[in-house]
């Protein structure tokens, strides 16, 4: 690469200020065929954060970025669809790139379901309810939600723009506990209307009426089984929004 391409590719990652949002899974609870459960790559020009890590999304995240490349881990809770493929990133960090001290954030009951939970490949950081972690020049808060065990949510704000993402949640919470200005939403949205109140889930309807309670600017929503109808959720979640609505689907990339 000549000198005045590394300028230009410079320039380009000079100008992008904002965050972007690549799917890297987006099943709920089990992945569909051919799909992966949650996970998501965060980018805000400088840093790359690997949001929940659920089975399927370490073999997507190649298709985006080098393993050297990512800089932090950050989970949301211990059901296994949002965590599993750690186990095999742990390999890939202490045996394929012979590194230790990844940074890994996480409620504090995930590391126990591991299978190596001292393995040297990691450095855990516990997170929880109200905390605010920096990783680059991400700012991450994170909300506990009216899920089975402890579940964070998370506000992360970046080059000026601030995403919400629900992680799994009832109806209990709601993503206005993320605070104002999120320009984008990703929202849970694992259950039919028929649904509601059966488990701590969200129906499309249901993520709707949260993020147009939080006034979002825009609305993907995510963790859909792989019964449902995506086209049924956007309909009805963009009913109870107000405004259109899109369904995440594996490859995705949201700019904010
Ligand atoms: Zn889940
Ligand atoms: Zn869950």
């Known amino acids: 690469m000549g000198l005045s391409e590394d300028r230009s590719a410079a320039a380009a990652r000079s100008d992008q200020t904002g ?20 996970g998501y790559l965060l980018d805000d020009g400088t840093s790359k954060v690997w949001v929940d ?45 012979q590194r230790e001290g990844f940074p890994v954030y996480a409620p504090a009951s995930v590391r126990g379901h591991t299978y190596a939970p001292d393995s040297p490949a990691f450095a855990w950081h516990d997170v929880t309810g109200g905390d605010t972690v920096t990783i680059g020049a991400m700012r991450f808060t994170f909300s506990r939600t009216d899920h089975g065990p402890e579940t964070l949510a998370m506000r992360v704000d970046a080059g000026g723009r601030s995403l919400g993402y629900s992680a799994d949640t009832g109806p209990a919470w709601s993503l206005e506990a993320l605070g104002p200005g999120l320009d984008l939403a990703l929202c849970e949205a694992t259950m039919t209307i028929e649904e509601e109140g059966t488990l701590q889930h969200l129906s499309a309807r249901q993520a709707g009426l949260s993020a147009r309670a939080a006034g979002a600017g825009r609305l993907v929503l995510t963790h859909l089984w792989a019964t ?23 490859g995705a990339r949201y700019e904010l």
């Open 19 to 38: 965050l972007s949002v690549t799917v890297l899974g987006c099943s709920g609870s089990y992945a569909g065929p051919g799909g992966a459960c949650s």
């Open 53 to 97: 890590a659920g089975p399927g999304t370490l073999a997507n995240l190649q298709r985006h970025v080098g393993f050297d490349e990512v800089d932090a881990i950050v989970l949301s809770h211990e059901h296994p669809d949002h965590w599993s493929d750690l186990e095999g990133w742990q390999v890939v960090w202490r045996y394929r790139l």
């Open 228 to 250: 449902l109808d995506p086209e049924q959720s956007r309909a009805e979640a963009s009913v109870a929004f107000g405004a259109p609505v899109e369904v995440a689907t594996v």
